[in-house]
């Protein structure tokens, strides 16, 4: 979500998202990609969000990997 979007739009959108989730065909649909759903709040996901982005730092710069342009 682009920074600075209104709080009010992002728990409109969080509330449609997890009630969404609750569906079993949209629970099956993510499943059948590998894929589990899981809700949350917004600020579960950004924690979530800098944690990957932590992890996959590490990753990068362990392997070594240098981006080429």
Do not use: C
């Amino acid at each position: 979500m682009k920074r600075g979007t209104p709080k009010e739009a992002v728990g409109r959108l969080n509330a449609a998202i997890n009630k969404a989730l609750e569906k079993p065909s949209v629970r099956d649909a993510f499943s059948s990609i590998g894929a589990e759903p899981v809700g949350g709040t917004p600020d579960q996901y950004g924690g979530l969000v800098r944690e990957q982005v932590a992890h996959w730092k590490t990753v990068v710069t362990d392997a070594g990997i240098k981006v080429s342009q």
